[in-house]
């Protein structure tokens, strides 16, 4: 006896249009993120620049919203990307109504309207805290390495510039040389619609790349200026395709990128400060994110806990004057290390040997182990689970938008979480 399957008739015409909800869920985070942003988000800074009643509709401005923040809580960052789950992927239908903008309309919207989109993390953190998930009890701090939209091979230090300009410059003006006194009667070689002192494009070429490096060199010389210097550094580097990116130490080695602060709540591991700088060190960081934190929340954490990173006695003593207990690690002594700038030394700091004294007294009960639990895996989520590894925008402040819209959406995911 053959077996019986349930029918699979794909010709099959419904008598009743179906809903989207037939096809995800109640209850899935799609629902809860288009659901959000149509009834709890303030908009009002987008829809106003929308006045003008002639020419083709655009799509809706909340829609538009709804998708960005959706397609980041799922790893889905690019616009092209975005513009193949609208058509493939039913839950994005779900969010979208069925909508089908195209990644040009996509890419437009997120950069038109990129620093509006950087707000709705405070109104979200907002949202947050009226959930209960924001206790300001403790909070950590900490920050990744993230890889900027350009290549390290498209960087040159200030030391290679000039050599590199004043090679490019020789060539380029040998040739010119040469070409002014070639006889301007050779129009039988050069052709009748031509003078025969056109540049050819391995010297145009050359003669771009030049023009990029003295942008670049006037970048560097700008900088130094900027800190007194009358020169930069032989190592000071640029970077033609990211001049504002830089180049970082990372586990796995260098990366061209910036440097992606978090501020995270112990209680659900909700960002509640976040920034991207153009630096390396994180030692200046620590007390504006504290700074940024009480102005996002109106309130000031009871601990924070750092890596040794953000050690100095002005972060310390910053964060006595802020009432703040702080966890912050003061370091280990390194093999072979003496002198002036050994451990010891640090240690004989006075804030920095109050910090050591508190943290070996409380020993593994220490609420400095907190740190790694609580803003570690918010970084992994973030890199690993969601693939958020390099930026899709170039310029620090374009970034600094799009870390924000990261961060809003992790911050939205938890909200779901707790519904």
Same mark, same amino acid.
């Given at each position: 006896m053959a077996k019986t399957f349930r029918p699979w008739d794909v010709d099959q015409m419904r008598l009743f249009?179906? %809903?989207?909800?037939?096809?995800?869920?109640?209850?899935?985070?799609?629902?809860?993120?288009?659901?959000?942003?149509?009834?709890?988000?303030?908009?009002?800074?987008?829809?106003?620049?929308?006045?003008?009643?002639?020419?083709?509709?655009?799509?809706?401005?909340?829609?538009?919203?709804?998708?960005?923040?959706?397609?980041? %809580?799922?790893?889905?960052?690019?616009?092209?990307?975005?513009?193949?789950?609208?058509?493939?992927?039913?839950?994005?239908?779900?969010?979208? @109504?069925?909508?089908?903008?195209?990644?040009?309309?996509?890419?437009e919207f997120r950069r038109r309207h990129l620093e509006t989109l950087r707000g709705l993390f405070v109104q979200v953190l907002e949202l947050c805290g009226k959930a209960g998930l924001v206790k300001l009890g403790h909070v950590a701090l900490d920050g990744t390495k993230?890889?900027?939209?350009?290549?390290?091979?498209?960087?040159?230090?200030?030391?290679?510039? *000039?050599?590199?300009?004043?090679?490019?410059k020789k060539q380029v003006d040998g040739w010119l040389e040469r070409?002014?006194?070639?006889?301007? +009667?050779? #129009?039988?070689?050069?052709?009748?619609?031509?003078?025969? #002192? +056109?540049?050819? +494009?391995?010297? *145009? #070429?050359? @003669?771009?790349?030049?023009? *990029?490096i003295r942008e670049a060199m006037a970048r560097l010389k700008e900088e130094a200026e900027g800190k007194g210097e009358t020169e930069p550094p032989e190592g000071a580097q640029s970077n033609f395709t990211d001049p504002e990116s830089r180049i970082l130490k990372t586990k796995d080695g260098f990366d061209q990128g910036y440097n992606c602060q978090a501020a995270v709540d112990a209680q659900s591991q909700v960002v509640v400060a976040q920034e991207v700088v153009a630096q390396q060190s994180d030692v200046d960081r620590l007390l504006p994110m504290l700074d940024a934190l009480k102005a996002n929340t109106g309130r000031t954490p009871q601990e924070v806990s750092a890596d040794a990173g953000y050690l100095s006695e002005a972060n310390l003593e910053g964060i006595e004057q802020r009432r703040i207990r702080g966890y912050i690690a003061v370091g280990r002594q390194k093999h072979g290390?003496?002198?002036?700038?050994?451990?010891?030394?640090?240690?004989?700091?006075?804030?920095?040997?109050?910090?050591?004294?508190?943290?070996?007294?409380?020993?593994?009960? %220490?609420?400095?182990?907190?740190? *790694?639990?609580?803003?570690?895996?918010?970084?992994?989520?973030?890199? +690993?689970?969601?693939?958020?590894?390099?930026?899709?925008?170039?310029?620090?402040?374009?970034?600094?938008?799009?870390?924000?819209?990261?961060?809003?959406?992790?911050?939205?995911?938890?909200?779901?979480?707790?519904?």
């Open positions: 249009p179906p %809903s989207l909800s037939d096809f995800v869920p109640e209850g899935h985070p799609a629902h809860f993120v288009r659901d959000l942003v149509r009834q709890d988000l303030d908009l009002s800074a987008i829809l106003d620049t929308y006045s003008e009643e002639r020419g083709y509709p655009p799509h809706h401005p909340a829609m538009m919203t709804a998708l960005l923040l959706y397609g980041y %809580s799922r790893g889905v960052y690019s616009s092209r990307k975005l513009e193949q789950a609208c058509i493939e992927r039913v839950d994005f239908m779900a969010v979208t @109504a069925m909508s089908k903008p195209d990644h040009t309309r996509i890419s993230v890889k900027a939209n350009a290549s390290k091979h498209a960087a040159m230090s200030w030391s290679r510039m *000039k050599k590199a300009d004043r090679e490019l070409a002014e006194q070639t006889d301007r +009667e050779e #129009d039988e070689a050069y052709g009748k619609d031509k003078r025969g #002192d +056109e540049l050819p +494009e391995w010297v *145009k #070429d050359k @003669a771009k790349r030049r023009a *990029k290390e003496a002198g002036a700038t050994s451990w010891e030394h640090r240690t004989r700091q006075p804030w920095t040997r109050a910090m050591w004294v508190r943290l070996r007294r409380a020993g593994w009960r %220490s609420r400095y182990r907190l740190r *790694k639990q609580v803003v570690e895996p918010v970084f992994g989520q973030i890199k +690993e689970a969601r693939g958020f590894r390099r930026f899709l925008l170039r310029g620090l402040e374009k970034v600094r938008g799009e870390w924000s819209l990261v961060c809003t959406a992790h911050n939205i995911l938890k909200l779901a979480a707790a519904r």
